[in-house]
């Protein structure tokens, strides 16, 4: 197993990330207990971390039933995903007859081959089911699509040995984290503009009460000394929901798509907001200076 390559995030995944990574883990604890992501998506942070060997124990969690299945399956039983995966075709007719299949009706290896496939081989790595849960993802347009990368998957299976992985939402790491732990959530954004394509505050069908609801979260962990950062983008609604004595926010350049379509990209400020006071240069309080002084620091 020693000659495996890094491990890498093996899907590819809306808000995934990888090009802020350096960004957060300069604004990490320096040091800390257990790592938990509730919002883990392709675990882009995970494993730049692991890589980092910032990691002693971590706790992976995501709504998402069928990514948290395909984490487990590659965990549990990596090779069996491995044959399933390389049975497969290229092809937008293998791909059709496959996104017609029943996740719920195969077994752990094949459903997570099949999300893996169909991740890779679908059009932009988009991950969408319509209202009766079902995956409407069109064929994507790749020449020659790698849903098959043997190694990353054997080097993430054996990252993932001694992680807990969980189909939960974002809320019960409250039962979970204690003093000294470190969580790290990347929530669906809240949207820059409530442009047509977004209905009210519930794009993504996680609007402005769940995200009142994980500020919520994050004041109770501060309140239990867990060392808590959390990025989202840079609107008013986000610095008021954080604007309290526990939080700082620190501005961050990403490359987004900067409209409703995605079709246009650009840098754009995006916020990462911890609850202790971390190295980098641009911090700033979102409330008052005399309320951001009283921001404890464990460190
Ligand atoms: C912005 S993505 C996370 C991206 C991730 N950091 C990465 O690098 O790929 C947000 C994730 O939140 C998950 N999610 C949405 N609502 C949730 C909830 N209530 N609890 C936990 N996860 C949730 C989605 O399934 C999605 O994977």
Known sequence: MSNLPVPRPFLKWAGGKTQLADALVERMPSAFNIYHEPFVGSGALFFRLYRARRIRHAVLSDLNAELIDTYIAIRDCVSQVIAVLSEFRPDKEFYYALREKDPWLLSLPERAARMIYLNKTGYNGLYRV???????????RYKSPKYLDQ????????????????????????????PGDFVYFDPPYMPLSQTANFTSYHANGFGLCEQAKLRDVCVELSE??????????????????????????DEVLANRAINCNGAKRGKITELVITNYRCEATNELPLLSERAANSVWNIA
Do not use: C, H
Request: aromatic share 12%; net charge positive.
């Open 224 to 249: 239990k000394k867990v060392y808590v950062m959390l990025s989202n983008s840079d609107t008013e609604t986000i610095r008021s929901l954080y604007g309290l004595p526990y939080f700082t926010a």
């Open 151 to 178: 190694m990353n998957l054997l080097a993430v299976s054996q990252a993932l040995q001694d992680v807990d992985i969980l189909w939960t939402s974002f809320e019960t790491v409250l039962q979970r984290a204690i």
């Open 130 to 140: 319509n209202r009766q849960g079902k995956f409407n993802v069109p064929f994507g």
